[in-house]
């Protein structure tokens, strides 16, 4: 403990030693009597002797506390103001790390709901193409409708903890829109064909941008307008320079859900009502769609049908 004392304080004792040799020397240069000398240098101990000793055992016992302490409250007797300065920087980064820890919390809450969601919703495919096995009605539409919705829910479930991660890779290029659509309609005719759907793809938008990401924002905004028509109905896909818009005929939103239809985990009344969303497809369609520098809005009219439109930020 004294080797730590004098390498915290002995830049001062030797100040003090350099200025009592000054002293002595000026004495003997002067030839004045070394007993006046020695008699204040004994005075001056005697009077600093009580001092350091106090101030050594000051320094012990903060070097014990702070050695042993685990909450800021244990030091709070630590009253100079270097000490209260320590302990306000320790109180700020005290309160970050809670609510790093708080937000790491939520976070793992939050994927665990997500994974918990994910997992009930792939057992209805799953049961699906059991029960047809199970009674030997393997319809090859039908097993590969159902292998989609497996694969657009492992899609999105493994986007959602891509961009958790920020492990996003985006890479620039030309892209025509319109083809885009037209790959996602072809990959989704099954389910177009399920439900005796029309569409329509008018107009060309050549756009500079991801196209992996691009077309899975794309496709949940297509796979929500499958999923929300009625039997027997139209989409339309309107394509101009700038803005893309899809239509559909379907049920329509709430007019009290459509702000909340790219917050996390929200499903609404039409998610709830035919529990068919996990409330991450939009969410991250949007996510995407920032990390695009492209916009989207949705206007709906219940029972007349959803318009979703990207358009350049």
């Known amino acids: 403990m004294i080797r730590k004392y004098l390498r915290q304080y002995g830049m001062w004792y030797l100040i003090i030693t350099l200025l009592s040799a000054g002293f002595l020397l000026s004495f003997r240069l002067y030839h004045l009597p070394?007993?006046?000398?020695?008699?204040?240098?004994?005075?001056?101990?005697?009077?600093?002797?009580?001092?350091?000793l106090w101030h050594f055992l000051s320094f012990r016992k903060q070097m014990q506390l702070l050695s042993d302490f685990r909450f800021l409250e244990e030091i709070a007797e630590l009253t100079s103001p270097l000490d209260v300065a320590y302990q306000n920087v320790l109180s700020a980064r005290d309160d970050v790390a809670r609510q790093e820890v708080f937000l790491a919390q939520n976070q793992a809450a939050r994927q665990q709901d997500l994974i918990k969601m994910w997992a009930h919703q792939i057992k209805v495919p799953l049961s699906a193409i059991s029960l047809m096995a199970q009674t030997k009605q393997l319809n090859p539409d039908h097993v590969n409708q159902q292998v989609l919705r497996l694969e657009r829910y492992l899609e999105t479930l493994l986007t959602y903890l891509k961009f958790r991660d920020q492990q996003d890779d985006f890479r620039f290029e030309e892209v025509s829109v319109s083809a885009l659509m037209k790959d996602l309609i072809k990959k989704y005719r099954i389910l177009f064909f399920h439900k005796n759907l029309s569409i329509e793809v008018v107009g060309e938008w050549q756009l500079k941008s991801d196209k992996k990401w691009l077309s899975f924002a794309l496709s949940q905004i297509l796979d929500n307008a499958i999923k929300y028509s009625t039997e027997g109905g139209k989409i339309t896909v309107t394509l101009k320079k700038g803005s893309l818009t899809i239509a559909?005929?379907?049920?329509?939103?709430?007019?009290?859900?459509?702000?909340?239809?790219?917050?996390?985990?929200?499903?609404?009344?039409?998610?709830?009502?035919?529990?068919?969303?996990?409330?991450?497809?939009?969410?991250?369609?949007?996510?995407?769609?920032?990390?695009?520098?492209?916009?989207?809005?949705?206007?709906?009219?219940?029972?007349?049908?959803?318009?979703?439109?990207?358009?350049?930020?």
């Open 248 to 313: 559909d005929q379907g049920i329509g939103i709430l007019p009290e859900d459509l702000p909340r239809l790219f917050d996390e985990g929200f499903t609404g009344y039409n998610g709830h009502e035919h529990q068919k969303a996990s409330g991450f497809g939009l969410y991250m369609t949007k996510q995407v769609l920032d990390q695009l520098e492209l916009a989207i809005s949705v206007t709906s009219q219940v029972e007349v049908g959803t318009q979703v439109t990207i358009s350049k930020a």
């Open 34 to 52: 070394m007993n006046y000398f020695g008699m204040a240098f004994l005075f001056n101990v005697l009077l600093l002797a009580p001092f350091f």
